[in-house]
Nanobody
Framework: QVQLVESGGGLVQPGGSLRLSCAAS????????LGWYRQPPGKQRDLVAH???????NYADSVKGRFTISRDNAKNTVYLQMNSLKPEDTAVYYC???????????????WGQGTQVTVSS
């Protein structure tokens, strides 16, 4: 059984910072890519940032220069450092992991439960 557990969301003022964490646990053979999506109220879920197994990253244009994604392979954890936050960053943030478990070695996407980020004064 593989689980992704997120933490770090909350309420922050415009211009502030937050750091999201997402830890994968369970019978994991290998984690390939990791990333974050977000879903604002009444809108679709969109990619925020992605990090490949080798460390290559890509970001949504709206967060470039403000957000940084990183991973700690020893801890099976992905982070999202969010700086200079804006009200339009308000959303539920979901982490995902493309990984293979020891149960069958098949690569699948797994998702966290989501964490609320609210940027407001």
């Amino acid at each position: 059984q593989v689980q992704l557990v997120e933490s770090g969301g909350g309420l922050v003022q415009p211009g502030g910072s937050l750091r999201l964490s997402c830890a994968a646990s369970g019978s994991i053979f290998s984690i390939y890519s990791l990333g974050w999506y977000r879903q604002p109220p009444g809108k679709q879920r969109d990619l925020v940032a992605h990090i490949a197994q080798g460390g290559d990253t890509n970001y949504a244009d709206s967060v470039k220069g403000r957000f940084t994604i990183s991973r700690d392979n020893a801890k099976n954890t992905v982070y999202l450092q969010m700086n200079s936050l804006k009200p339009e960053d308000t959303a539920v943030y979901y982490c995902y992991a493309n990984l293979a478990a020891y149960s069958d070695y098949i690569r699948r996407n797994y998702w966290g439960q989501g964490t609320q980020v609210t940027v407001s004064s």
